[in-house]
């Protein structure tokens, strides 16, 4: 019993001045990364702010390319996944290294969770200042694989990317023009009048004739049926459409026009 004591004061009092070694460390290194602060979904500036501008991501994407860094654990490994939403580029992010010029840092990055050298590493820098309550909240990446390079502005825009979408496009209650409710949630569940179903909406299809969004169908010929869209007047029309030769047209008169609540 007095063995088993002895042993618990040990650890106890090798715990604490572990924690004070790490909190002098920090004290010493206030302006430490770890990856789990960078955690989620940054998305560029440009097009979140032609997004918010328009609501209508089709039309965003001509204006603006869409690029998305996003940074999400998977059991003991953070992946590193930077798309346009038409090409995509994965990797594992391996270590967070400071730079020598204040607020600047890299992401090294390899093919798998494995020891990697400098040389097949591929290195992601960003720069940034952390908000009074320690996090990161917009940052610069020079992006590597969609970017070559470029630096750029990115903002953190949540941890998944459709309720982010879904709250800048379309979530909100609505009524009609006969007094009934409509209404889209942040999680993708959209309800009609005389109807319930969950939606996805589409980021970048160059091919359809409108902004659209889909839901589950199992009597189409595809499993899916399709819903245009588009705001005017800060009102939101909605139209019927469907899938024709792998192009999504939309109807010319909506069946719904929607005001805000």
Not at 124 to 153: C, I, S, Y
């Amino acid at each position: 019993m007095k063995s088993t004591i002895v042993t618990k004061v040990i650890c106890a009092a090798f715990l604490l001045t572990a924690s004070f070694a790490v909190a002098a460390q920090d004290q010493q290194h206030p302006d430490r990364v770890f990856i789990n602060e960078l955690e989620g979904i940054w998305m560029n500036d440009a097009y979140v702010k032609q997004l918010k501008k328009t609501r209508m991501p089709h039309k965003a994407a001509k204006e603006n390319r869409p690029v998305v860094i996003a940074i999400k654990r998977d059991g003991r490994v953070y992946p590193y996944l930077a798309t346009d939403f038409e090409q995509a580029a994965l990797m594992v992010v391996l270590a967070v290294e400071p730079d020598v010029k204040p607020n600047s840092y890299r992401l090294v990055l390899g093919e798998k969770n494995a020891p990697t050298s400098s040389a097949d590493a591929t290195y992601v820098w960003f720069r940034g200042q952390r908000d009074p309550d320690h996090k990161f909240r917009e940052l610069a990446f020079k992006e590597t694989f969609l970017m070559k390079g470029k630096w750029a502005n990115y903002e953190h825009v949540g941890m998944q990317l459709g309720p982010v979408m879904n709250s800048i496009v379309l979530s909100g209650s609505y009524k009609d023009s006969d007094g009934r409710d409509w209404s889209f949630s942040d999680e993708g569940e959209a309800v009609f009048p005389d109807k319930k179903f969950y939606y996805e909406i589409s980021i970048n299809d160059k091919k359809a004739q409108c902004e659209y969004l889909e839901a589950e169908d199992l009597t189409a010929p595809d499993g899916k049926s399709y819903y245009g869209y588009a705001w005017k007047s800060g009102k939101l029309q909605l139209f019927h459409a469907e899938l024709k030769k792998d192009r999504v047209r939309c109807n010319s008169k909506p069946f719904a026009v929607l005001t805000p609540q």
